[in-house]
């Protein structure tokens, strides 16, 4: 398994969101969206796909199911949100310090993301919903009782799957170890598309090393020509044989290399010599994407 262990949710927080860019959600192209901003004081969030299913019965049972989702309902429920962020969310003028509601007012396309918080250390799933519209809400206010009583606010709103690709979530655990650090790291600058990802295979296809140095360089190759970086493995990921008698040469270290469409990754092992050698990859070679290596083998000799 990929993840360590289950971590039942315990919280939410980091609500952000990102106005669409007009026009660019069609098919075909490619969504992009303004810069993402904050909306702090996050209490609770809910997502409804409202799916459906459908059954088709024949000798006396059931043959087929279909499956679809519905308007995507989501909600949510913050403390306070300040005026100019209403107005921007929901197309309303903003001027001064006050917001001036039209009836010909339109809420704006957005993409939302936050942080669900699970159980276990500064372990969270990340999200991201692409494109949605905030419903105008309903406003109300409770005079003082005999003991203070908070008024939260919600968010209620219809979201959709992308016209460009149909996809309506992004969903990543932090605790994934399918997951690249550079990934999360990045998660929430920028609103971050599912169809960014590099897909395309990854392939061995030349190992060079320097005796000297004891170092190893193994290339890669990407179908399609797309820029990854190679994962650094772990043991068993990948074996380095000496040929003449079959032994085992453990690395010290790996060193994946920046960002290209031939990655790299430098081997080091103290047990190196200028003789004939075999590198065998195995699945479990992966690339920043999650992309699993071709299993294959290579021969190399290292120079003196």
């Known amino acids: 398994m990929s993840v360590a262990t289950t971590r039942p949710i315990i919280g939410a927080k980091d609500f952000v969101y990102a106005l669409l860019n007009a026009g660019t959600d069609i098919a075909g192209g490619t969504p992009t969206y303004g810069t993402v901003k904050s909306l702090p004081g996050l209490r609770k969030v809910s997502v409804n796909p409202n799916a459906s299913q459908s059954t088709l019965e024949g000798d006396d049972k059931i043959m087929y199911i279909a499956e679809q989702i519905g308007k995507i309902d989501v909600t949510a429920e913050f403390g306070d949100v300040v005026v100019a962020q209403f107005a921007e969310l929901y197309g309303h003028a903003y ?33 991201w919903l692409y494109s949605g519209q905030f419903m105008k809400m309903e406003t109300s206010a409770e005079t003082k009782g005999e003991s203070l ?12 799957p992308l016209v460009s690709s149909g996809v309506y979530e992004l969903r990543a655990d932090t605790d994934d170890t399918e997951v690249a650090a550079a990934f999360l790291a990045g998660f929430f600058s920028t609103v971050v598309l599912a169809s960014t990802a590099d897909l395309g295979a990854l392939t061995l296809t030349s190992a060079a090393g320097v005796a000297s140095t004891k170092t190893i360089t193994v290339t890669f190759g990407k ?14 990921d990948l074996f380095i044989i000496l040929d003449s008698d079959h032994s085992l040469l453990v690395p010290s270290t790996y ?6 469409t031939t990655p790299t990754l430098v081997i080091v092992t103290t047990a190196l010599t200028a003789a004939a050698h075999t590198i065998v990859v195995t699945a479990n070679v992966k690339d920043a994407n999650g992309v699993a290596c071709v299993a294959k083998s290579i021969a190399f000799t290292p120079s003196a």
């Open 95 to 127: 001027a001064n310090g006050a917001i001036t509601k039209n009836v010909a007012d339109v809420s704006p396309i957005v993409a939302i993301g936050y942080k669900v918080t699970r159980s276990g250390s500064n372990v969270f799933t990340y999200k």
């Open 149 to 160: 009583k908070f008024q939260t606010v919600s968010l209620k709103g219809i979201f959709r």
């Open 223 to 236: 179908a399609g020509g797309g820029s990854t970086t190679i994962r650094a493995p772990i043991a068993g």
């Open 255 to 260: 060193t994946p290399g920046v960002s290209s």
